[in-house]
């Protein structure tokens, strides 16, 4: 009883039964018959009253119990034990907030585990180079060296910082996009010139490497020119690493109604079928990659196609060589 006198409703409810009695007294005072018969009407009322929001006060502390449970175990909803009304009503409600705040919990644990992974796999990939350095520096420092020798160790220890430099610049790009704050400015190229902004820095590599680098662009792409090129430009890297000398990359853009389409394709050796299921994936390096890979190129490119609405596959050709297919949707897939 205790318990239920702790409810406002209640108490509201009994100050109004109050106020009845006072007029059951009047009545009796006006006639004791249709007093008796007027406090009858009202002890029925109450009877039923207080039977009813005991029982209605029982139901909320059972349904804040298995809330409590709910937050706090495995337990799970009956959605069988409440009837339609308001009481039902706010039990979906609930129901559906908790469902989302575990939603919400589970996805902090997995960023969480994702998160000391990432810098489990950043910490690999900068210890490496970092490594060189040392050792490099090291060398640097005995005397009597030969100016060529100096002059080589100079070069390596500039190459293995720009590695470093170019990890931690993709490595930002790469948490803009997952935060979600990179901003894409659709805007109509024509396909061509989206081709050849992103060969353009690989033009010398391809040439000291006695590379073919061949570009057939048709038709207008619409998206971001910048972070598309960034993309496309990883692509052609990685295929310009895995082609021998003497070789040839192809880069071929279309449009048609449905979607445009970039294709890069290489004569290299291809990839290797246990590493295609893996090949987007962050850090992940291929059974033929090089010792200098970080392997975060391609998962940028993948992130970047995919938040403008596209997809990216690769395969190997069945002349020999691999194939990335690019696709950027005009509607929704």
């Known amino acids: 009883m205790r318990n239920l006198l702790r409810n406002p409703e209640v108490r509201h409810g009994l100050v109004l039964h109050l106020l009845l009695l006072a007029a059951v007294a009047a009545a009796w005072l006006w006639h004791p018959y249709f007093g008796l018969f007027t406090?009858?009407?009202?002890?029925?009322?109450?009877?039923?009253?207080?039977?009813?929001?005991?029982?209605?006060?029982r139901q909320m502390?059972?349904?804040?119990?298995?809330?409590?449970q709910l937050l706090h175990g495995d337990h799970q909803m009956d959605l069988t034990r409440y009837e339609e009304g308001?009481?039902?009503?706010?039990?979906s409600q609930?129901?559906?907030?908790?469902?989302?705040?575990?939603?919400?919990?589970?996805?902090l644990q997995q960023d969480k585990v994702h998160l000391a992974d990432s810098l489990a796999d950043i910490s690999h990939q900068i210890r490496t180079p970092l490594t060189s350095i040392n050792l490099l520096v090291s060398r640097l420092s005995q005397p009597q060296l030969p100016p060529q020798r100096h002059q080589q160790l100079i070069a390596e220890l500039q190459q293995l910082l720009g590695r470093i430099d170019w990890l931690v610049v993709t490595l930002l790009k790469l948490s803009r996009l997952d935060a979600g704050t990179a901003t894409f400015q659709a805007r109509p190229i024509p396909m061509e010139h989206l081709l050849q902004t992103a060969a353009a820095p690989l033009l010398v590599p391809m040439e000291l490497r006695?590379?073919?680098?061949?570009?057939?662009?048709?038709?207008?792409?619409?998206?971001?020119?910048?972070?598309?090129?960034?993309?496309?430009?990883?692509?052609?890297?990685?295929?310009?690493?895995?082609?021998?000398?003497?070789g040839c990359?192809?880069?071929?853009?279309?449009?048609?109604?449905?979607?445009?389409?970039?294709?890069?394709?290489?004569t290299g050796c291809g990839i290797a079928p246990e590493d295609l299921p893996h090949i987007f994936q962050r850090f992940y390096k291929?059974?033929?990659?090089?010792?200098?890979?970080?392997?975060?190129?391609?998962?940028?490119a993948r992130q970047v196609v995919t938040a403008q609405n596209g997809t990216i596959k690769a395969a190997n050709r069945p002349q020999g060589g691999a194939e990335f297919q690019l696709r950027f949707y005009k509607g929704t897939v």
């Not at 406090?39 to 006060?57: E, I, Q």
């Not at 502390?61 to 409590?68: G, N, P, T, V, W």
């Not at 006695?210 to 998206?223: A, H, P, V």
Request: hydrophobic share 40%; proline share 1%.
């Open 249 to 266: 990359v192809t880069v071929q853009g279309s449009e048609n109604a449905l979607y445009s389409q970039i294709t890069v394709t290489d």
């Open 61 to 68: 502390a059972e349904l804040s119990q298995e809330i409590d």
């Open 86 to 91: 308001e009481l039902a009503i706010l039990h």
């Open 94 to 107: 609930l129901v559906k907030m908790t469902v989302r705040l575990r939603e919400q919990q589970l996805q």
């Open 39 to 57: 406090l009858g009407l009202w002890a029925v009322y109450l009877f039923f009253y207080l039977v009813s929001a005991a029982r209605r006060y």
């Open 286 to 300: 291929g059974k033929n990659s090089d010792d200098k890979s970080f392997g975060i190129g391609l998962a940028l």
């Open 210 to 246: 006695g590379i073919t680098l061949q570009l057939e662009g048709q038709g207008i792409f619409n998206g971001d020119e910048a972070w598309t090129a960034e993309a496309l430009g990883n692509i052609i890297k990685n295929c310009m690493e895995h082609t021998p000398e003497g």
